[in-house]
């Protein structure tokens, strides 16, 4: 079983990957949490926003065998936990894909997984596409609040330096509270901006 919670940030994604794991803690059943290394706001744990925090093992992507050794690490345990899987790269140093180990432990292990969907231009993560294509995968859309207008939020704001990333400005995660120049808020799709992103092209009729 692949359970996958997305959503913008502050819609309980975290703290829902950790309710699960909660339980299984209070069971005395082994299981192992993974997150990125980069994601050090935190240090080794999740921390959700109501305040609730399960330990993680941090994974360094600069380690050409980190796939082999969260393989190993998944292979002696039924539930694994993956925290902020859009951080992940698709690829390792060599060719192997961490979608394919997904796919592959997925077949008999309980695998749940907490994830913004998309970034700041709107658009969703790579590696996020390909895992909702994997059949078996469960998809649960979370929502937030919008920051500005109170309604339904399903996208995150990026701010540097106080102001809206612009459409052509990198890509590359940072973490806030790591970067200070950057911060993030849910919003939803009629408050979203994204100075310099192209117009929708509407494919009929005029309007």
């Known amino acids: 079983m692949i359970q996958l919670y997305l ?3 502050k819609s309980g994604k975290s703290t829902r990957l950790i309710e699960y794991f909660k339980r299984l803690s209070i069971a005395n059943i082994p299981y192992v949490i993974f997150q990125p290394s980069i994601n050090i706001r935190d240090g080794d744990k999740i ?29 002696n345990v039924d539930f694994i936990g993956i925290d902020e899987i859009f951080m992940f790269p698709e690829f390792d140093s060599g060719s192997n894909s961490f979608v394919d180990l997904i796919r592959f432990f997925g077949r008999e292990k309980n695998i749940i997984i907490a994830s913004l969907d998309s970034d700041f231009r709107g658009n969703i993560f790579p590696i996020v596409n390909n895992l909702m294509k994997i059949p078996e995968i469960r998809i649960e859309k979370l929502t937030a609040i919008c920051h500005y207008c109170k309604q ?33 808020v849910p919003v939803c799709a009629g408050c979203h901006k994204v100075p310099g992103k192209p117009n929708l092209k509407i494919p009929f009729g005029k309007f």
């Open 47 to 75: 921390q959700s926003r109501n305040g609730t925090s399960l330990s993680a093992s941090p994974i360094d992507f600069n380690d050409k065998n980190y796939l082999v050794n969260m393989a190993n690490a998944m292979n």
């Open 152 to 184: 339904e939020a399903t996208r995150t704001q990026k701010y540097i330096k106080g102001q809206p990333a612009n459409y052509n400005s990198s890509t590359e995660v940072s973490v806030e509270g790591v970067d200070k120049n950057v911060s993030y």
């Open 7 to 9: 959503g913008p940030m």
